[in-house]
């Protein structure tokens, strides 16, 4: 009963955080729509420039209007679903057999880190000689940039499982599969989550600039190539816009959701407030 009065408390201050986590983001755009229209009232910079919020709203107005921005959204979110469940699959894979294999795991290991620092832009010009200017190229830049963070949380994360649970475990009789599948995965899932995420800021970041880069021909990355190319400063703050936004929708409604629950399985919530 105790147990469950707190896991209730927990969720009612959980609630009211996000309730005060959400004023305090209406708080700041509104500020920063203030600040962005005096400086446009002030003539700061031009207005081919600076836009002002109005121009912007006209802005997204048309480009939801012409499709432009629905259907580079919906293309863009399709490879980035792609690619970065691919990442995964193979990432967490890879981690296992790093681990299953101590001397593929030292020298993986070596290398992922050296990879996962490696600017996502530089993938651009090899997937484009290796691959041409096409959606599988902008996919392999997806993979390439995100792939190796997933391996190294997922080495990392089932190698710090303590050892005491693996040794209870077998004592149990758990060996093989059952010992990856039943321990070391639900155990490895808080860094793996942490990895997770970071691969899917990578993995955007560098879908965005694929994008750009090798000129699709749709997706918000070509929204903002049209906007470099023509002079349309407000349809680039436009595209800006909905980037940061689907980034901020990604952070909240999914990864802030799978930590949460994370945390709850994992007793860590009624751990703080103790």
């Given amino acids: 009963m105790e147990w469950q009065f707190g ?9 009211r955080l996000d309730l005060d986590n959400i004023a305090n ?16 009232l002030l003539n700061v910079w031009p207005k081919v420039a600076l836009p002002s919020p109005a121009m912007v709203s006209v802005s997204f107005e048309e480009l939801i209007k012409d499709m432009t921005l629905i259907g580079g959204i919906a293309v863009t979110l399709y490879r980035l679903i792609t690619g970065f469940s691919i990442s995964i699959i193979f ?41 041409g200017l096409n959606d599988f190229g902008i ?8 792939i190796f963070s997933v391996m190294m949380s997922t080495y990392s994360g089932v190698r710090n499982v303590p050892h005491i649970y693996v040794r209870a475990a077998r004592n149990m009789g758990a060996k093989g599969v059952s010992l990856f ?6 155990a490895a899932t808080p860094s793996l989550l942490i990895g997770l995420k970071q691969a899917w800021s ?31 400063m407000d349809q680039i703050i436009a595209s800006m816009i909905t980037i940061f936004v689907i980034g901020l929708i990604f952070d909240r409604l999914l990864f802030s959701k799978l930590e949460d629950k994370v945390r709850e399985k994992w007793g860590l919530n009624q751990a703080m407030e103790h």
């Fill in 91 to 131: 990432g967490v894979g890879i981690g296992l057999a790093m681990v299953k294999f101590t001397g593929f795991g030292k020298t993986m290991s070596s290398f992922a880190v050296g990879l996962q620092s490696f600017p996502s832009v530089a993938w651009v010009p090899f997937a484009i000689l290796l691959i």
């Fill in 181 to 186: 599948w039943y321990l070391m995965i639900p």
């Fill in 7 to 15: 896991k209730s408390s927990w969720r009612k201050e959980h609630r």
């Fill in 25 to 40: 983001v209406i708080l700041f755009i509104a500020a920063f729509v203030g600040v962005w229209q005096l400086v446009f």
């Fill in 202 to 232: 990578f993995a955007w970041h560098a879908l965005i600039g694929a994008e750009m880069l090798i000129a699709a021909s749709i997706g918000l990355g070509h929204v903002l190539l049209v906007g470099r190319e023509f002079q349309l």
């Fill in 139 to 146: 996919l392999f830049v997806v993979i390439m940039s995100s």
